[in-house]
């Protein structure tokens, strides 16, 4: 009994002994990977050349006036990270507003991605009119009535909860603002969705911020400043349209809110950032990056993204243009 006892523990030391050895291993093995996830994620924030300051867009459409506790990534900086670090496919972006101590691989932190949507002419007509009640039940039922074919392709399925911040428009300034909160099936977080809208001669400006719903207090603290930061150039502003030689929108004030619940930039490529607090959990964290950034890209193109060399990305960030000193239009 007892050679069959001792027989037995030197079997189990034998195999903890194992163990143990694979446990070391695999630990060694995510340090290393982890290590080199957060020497990428440090590269990328160095690189970065934030911007203060009056800014003239790249398309020339308008200015951004930076308030202080804010910057900002010019547009070749903003596509870079956009499309390249949080896995969007190529589009026309104009720039990012960040927080002063936020980052761009910092899931904690907020940015404005800034678009411009060349639509026309908006008539605000329809402002007073509009019940947001309303209008947030039809596009309730819309995103419901696209959930069973998501699912039949191998998506979850997607809740628009609510308003995070009721649709409100400044008639005076032409600047429409409102965030709704989604619900994705697989996600422990309702994600923060707010939408600013500044009305041009020609279109509208597009500022778009993806977050959690944790966010939301900060986002609310920060509102205010970032309304009103935006001009048109001379030529460009609302009161230039003429009805002689402009296109008309086929939306007003309404159809920008109900828009395109789920675009591409504002739901899904944007969440890519939202994957890198998974780098903390070692190499766990780091295959479920890249098994998350993989299905919002194949949901997106349809295809799969070829992964691109960390070590090559700090060649390909452009240098920045030059800062217009402040001025009044």
């Given at each position: 009994?007892?050679k069959?006892?001792?027989?037995?523990l030197?079997?189990?030391?034998f195999?903890?002994s194992?163990?143990?050895?694979?446990?070391?291993?695999?630990?060694d093995?995510?340090s290393?990977?982890?290590?080199?996830?957060?020497?990428f994620?440090?590269s990328?924030?160095?690189a970065m050349n934030?911007?203060h300051?009056?800014?003239?867009?790249?398309?020339?459409?308008?200015?951004?006036t930076?308030?202080?506790?804010f910057?900002f990534l010019n547009a070749e900086q903003?596509?870079?990270?956009?499309?390249?670090?949080w896995?969007?496919?190529?589009q026309?972006?104009?720039?990012?507003?960040?927080p002063?101590?936020?980052?761009?691989?910092?899931?904690?932190?907020?940015s404005?991605?800034?678009q411009?949507d060349?639509m026309?002419?908006?008539?605000?007509?329809?402002?007073?009119d509009i019940?947001?009640d309303?209008?947030l039940?039809?596009?309730?039922?819309?995103?419901?009535?696209?959930?069973?074919e998501?699912?039949k392709?191998?998506?979850?399925?997607?809740?628009?909860?609510?308003?995070?911040?009721k649709?409100?428009?400044d008639?005076?300034?032409?600047?429409?603002?409102?965030a709704?909160?989604?619900?994705f099936?697989?996600?422990?977080?309702?994600t923060?969705?707010?939408n600013?809208?500044?009305?041009?001669?020609k279109?509208?400006?597009?500022l778009n911020?993806?977050g959690g719903?944790?966010q939301?207090?900060?986002?609310n603290?920060d509102?205010s400043?970032?309304?009103?930061?935006?001009?048109f150039?001379?030529?460009n502003?609302?009161k230039?349209?003429?009805?002689?030689?402009?296109?008309?929108a086929?939306?007003?004030?309404?159809g920008?809110?109900?828009?395109?619940?789920?675009?591409k930039?504002?739901?899904?490529g944007?969440?890519g950032?939202?994957?890198?607090?998974l780098?903390k959990?070692g190499k766990?964290?780091?295959?479920a990056i890249?098994?998350?950034?993989?299905?919002?890209?194949?949901?997106?193109?349809?295809?799969r993204?070829e992964d691109?060399?960390?070590?090559?990305?700090?060649?390909?960030?452009p240098?920045n243009?030059?800062?217009?000193?402040?001025?009044?239009?």
């Open positions: 009994m007892k069959t006892l001792g027989l037995l030197l079997c189990i030391t195999i903890y194992v163990s143990a050895q694979k446990d070391k291993k695999n630990s093995e995510e290393k990977a982890l290590a080199v996830q957060e020497a994620i440090d990328v924030e160095h934030y911007q300051g009056t800014i003239l867009l790249k398309n020339g459409i308008a200015k951004i930076i308030p202080a506790g910057k903003a596509d870079f990270v956009v499309t390249k670090l896995g969007n496919p190529p026309e972006i104009l720039g990012m507003i960040l002063e101590g936020g980052k761009v691989t910092d899931a904690s932190s907020y404005f991605i800034v411009w060349e026309g002419f908006v008539k605000d007509d329809d402002a007073d019940n947001y309303d209008l039940a039809d596009m309730q039922e819309d995103i419901a009535a696209g959930n069973e998501r699912v392709e191998g998506y979850g399925s997607v809740k628009l909860v609510g308003w995070a911040a649709p409100f428009y008639k005076e300034h032409k600047v429409l603002h409102w709704k909160e989604i619900k099936d697989d996600s422990a977080e309702n923060l969705n707010y600013i809208r500044i009305l041009g001669r279109g509208v400006l597009i911020a993806v719903m944790s939301l207090a900060m986002v603290n509102i400043k970032v309304l009103n930061i935006v001009e150039t001379d030529g502003k609302y230039d349209f003429d009805p002689g030689l402009d296109v008309v086929a939306v007003g004030i309404g920008l809110v109900a828009g395109k619940v789920l675009a930039l504002g739901f899904l944007l969440l950032k939202f994957f890198l607090p780098l959990l766990l964290g780091i295959v890249g098994a998350g950034l993989t299905a919002i890209w194949r949901f997106i193109t349809g295809k993204k691109e060399p960390v070590e090559s990305f700090k060649e390909e960030l240098e243009p030059s800062i217009e000193p402040s001025e009044n239009a």
